[in-house]
């Protein structure tokens, strides 16, 4: 089963992920990272850069791929999945931009795009740590429910729900795009590591189903279900649906500390 850690703040999530994430590093100096984008990630990276700069490690061979981007918005524009994770993540973090692989969202090379990036992670070694935020709908990445569990990375078009929650980073709703490329569900889970975010009320039956409900594609966070090794790291609200708590605050405070996440 997934592990599940209760935190008081998006800070102390930042910090827990952060730890492992930086451990890593310091044993496999190219450790291939999925990267996120949206608000869930923020803390992570934030507690990331801390701990790298504090110590001074060396992340020049980090390498990273990004889970989704979005279909046919211009070069450069500022809310690209590859914009934004050079933002939150590769700037902050002082990973070498040549090292980190965004889908191809440009519309003249759609028909590949997908089958060129799963070779890509393939290439890589796959992928070692895979950060996820979670979505109103249950989607992770940019699966929206009836996503196949054995999906890769392909276009997929976005749920209204989905693009309303994202049009606060658009000028307007209508700009949102409607597809995307995204990671599929099959990719997401031959990554080694899962580490699942979430927080705030807006987000509890969506953890609540990924956590708990049935393994169903109508429930794409659930597919964590099926990996062998997940962390999910929740506030109160964002657990409140959650049914077993109890078990899983005695799990974490009966923990040994060389377990680690
Ligand atoms: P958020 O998005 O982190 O901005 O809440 C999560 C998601 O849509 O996967």
Request: proline letters at 5%; aromatic letters at 6%.
């Amino acid at each position: 089963m997934a592990e599940v850690v209760l935190v008081d703040t998006e800070a102390d999530a930042g910090a827990l992920a952060a730890a492992s994430i930086r451990a890593l590093i310091a044993r496999k100096p190219d450790a291939v990272l999925g990267l996120a984008t949206g608000s869930t990630p923020l803390s992570v990276y934030a507690a990331l850069a801390a701990s790298l700069t504090a110590d001074a490690l060396d992340v020049s061979r980090v390498r990273g791929f990004a889970l989704d981007e979005y279909v046919g918005l211009p070069a450069g524009h500022p809310e690209s999945y590859r914009s934004v994770i050079m933002r939150d993540a590769v700037v902050p973090l002082g990973l070498n931009p040549e090292n980190i692989q965004v889908p191809n969202g440009d519309l003249a090379t759609l028909q590949t795009a997908g089958l060129d990036y799963e070779a890509a992670i393939l290439a890589a070694g796959g992928v070692d740590v895979q950060i996820l935020g979670i979505g109103r709908t249950g989607h992770v990445g940019f699966n929206e429910p009836g996503s196949s569990f054995a999906s890769v990375t392909r276009i997929k078009t976005l749920a209204e729900k989905t693009r309303v929650d994202n049009a606060r980073f658009f000028a307007s709703p209508d700009d949102v795009p409607i597809h995307c490329m995204t990671q599929g569900l099959g990719t997401i889970l031959r990554a080694r590591h899962l580490i699942l975010l979430a927080f705030g009320q807006e987000k509890a039956d969506a953890i609540a189903a990924a956590v708990e409900g049935p393994v169903s594609s109508s429930k794409p966070g659930s597919v964590i279900q099926l990996h062998p090794h997940v962390t999910v790291i929740v506030d109160e609200a964002a657990a409140a649906r959650l049914g077993n708590l109890d078990y899983y605050r005695y799990a974490w405070a009966n923990k040994h500390a060389w377990q680690g996440i």
